[in-house]
């Protein structure tokens, strides 16, 4: 027994040598180089701050739903400008090239498919797509075309015979946590109440995976909802090409409704990491859409008290040009220099660099909408969110949408005003932003000034 005590002695005096610490709490060495956030591409910096949110003059549709209260909120990264036909189109491919190379999977899968590690001979279950084998859509090879054909749609249902994706398909399937749902205190069941983790699953599941949801989206947007948001006007042209002519590669996707917006977050978060993992890198925090908060706070560019985001009180600029895309003079659209939608940026930015938070297109947020929300949410990054079931009234599947469009008249792009649009339901006048979360470190920070310098 003594012989074991000296064995293990002597292990511990070798263990407290080999460390560098001289017995100080100096953390753990990660042994990787420091990490910075980078300017997310085609985004800008909105700094942390407090404001009164709400209402501080009209409230025309008289609903008292935004009286006026201070909060504060964190530092985020903005889109500059609406996520465009373009932007939209990349993840509408990708998720159109994923499903064709499942598929391929299936029929070659050592050119389409990952599905053993090589360094390490782990074997993928199920194994990845590999992006580095290309394939043409009007291959040659037989087999590929005849493993394709079930992308397209059935002969009974093509136009004039022409092939086409049949846009039904392009379903993008993703998992999220319901944080909220596995956080919520059940005071109803005896005991549960001391652990928020187990009060919401079900009975004799202690699981984490009962908070893991799966969710199956549509991508491709509504192109049809110029036609049945304004049935009695001739928009037929706008729908056979707005989203995929080039023409109008710039302008602000329309025809996608919040599930949709959402799940264009969740791709743009996993592209992005999966790059910087393949790299070695840390990974970045997520992308996702604004808060009404964080949305309202971005729009005022740094002005406390003035209604519209270009800091006047006034639709107009000292030349007597409107300053937005909307629907001013009782209905004359053009006056303001577009009938329709306008390209992303034609018109100048706010004090913070953001384009078009007034006009153009109103903009999904994250915030669901409850006309009382102002009263019972916090004052530090206050949020109201709801995540609806298929089978819940339509009142509980409302966002808040935010800036007015093009066929909004001006109390409508105003920063503090705020309206709704169910969640399942897309229009040719909301499109959305993105927003990234800073993470507090950035290249150009300055290092702590107490004893501890951090690398």
């Known amino acids: 027994m003594k012989k074991l005590l000296v064995y293990f002695a002597a292990l511990t005096l070798l263990a407290s040598c080999s460390t560098s610490d001289n017995g100080e709490l100096v953390g753990v060495n990660r042994k990787s180089k420091p990490f910075y956030q980078p300017d997310p591409y085609g985004m800008v910096f909105i700094p942390q701050g407090s404001y009164i949110m709400g209402a501080g003059d009209e409230d025309a549709a008289d609903g008292y739903d935004y009286e006026p209260k201070t909060i504060s909120v964190s530092s985020f990264f903005m889109d500059e400008t609406e996520i465009t036909n373009n932007e939209y189109r990349q993840f509408v491919y990708w998720v159109r090239d994923s499903i064709a190379r499942t598929i391929l999977g299936n029929v070659r899968p050592d050119e389409f498919l990952i599905q053993e590690n090589q360094e390490t001979g782990e074997i993928y279950d199920p194994p990845f797509l590999n992006w580095q084998t290309e394939f043409e859509w009007n291959s040659e090879d037989q087999d590929i075309r005849d493993a394709l054909d079930e992308m397209y749609l059935p002969e009974h249902e093509r136009f004039f015979r022409r092939k086409e994706i049949d846009t039904r398909k392009l379903n993008y399937e993703y998992y999220w946590v319901d944080l ?33 949801r799966k969710e199956v989206i549509n991508v491709y947007p509504d192109t049809l909802s110029w036609i049945h948001d304004y049935t ?127 006009g153009n297109v109103a903009e999904w947020t994250s915030s669901a909408y409850d006309p009382l929300s102002y009263d019972f949410t916090w004052d530090m990054n206050p949020n109201y969110t709801y995540n609806a079931d298929e089978n819940d009234p339509q009142t509980m599947k409302r966002k808040v949408i935010r800036g007015g469009s093009w066929k909004d008249i001006a109390y409508y792009l105003q920063v503090t005003s705020r309206t709704y649009e169910y969640e399942d339901t897309a229009k040719s006048y909301i499109g959305f932003r993105t927003i990234q979360p800073y993470l507090g470190r950035n290249k150009d920070d300055n290092p702590s000034r107490i004893s501890r310098v951090y690398n």
């Open 180 to 212: 909220h749902k596995a956080a919520k205190k059940d005071f109803s069941v005896e005991g549960d109440y001391k652990n928020a983790s187990l009060a919401n699953r079900p009975q004799g599941l202690r699981d984490r995976s009962v908070y893991v």
């Open 232 to 358: 009695y006007s001739f928009n037929d042209p706008m729908t056979e090409k707005y989203f995929w002519h080039p023409a109008y590669d710039h302008y602000p996707v329309i025809g996608v409704n919040w599930k949709q917006a959402r799940a264009f977050c969740v791709w743009r978060t996993n592209y992005l990491n999966s790059y910087l993992e393949g790299k070695g890198e840390a990974t970045l925090a997520e992308f996702r859409l604004p808060t009404e908060a964080e949305w309202e706070w971005a729009a005022r560019g740094g002005y406390a008290l003035n209604p519209y985001p270009w800091g006047g009180p006034y639709t107009r600029n000292e030349k007597g040009c409107f300053l937005a895309n909307f629907k001013p003079l009782r209905g004359n659209y053009i006056a303001d220099g577009g009938l329709r939608t306008l390209i992303v940026g034609h018109y100048p930015p706010n004090d913070w660099g953001l384009y078009d938070m007034a």
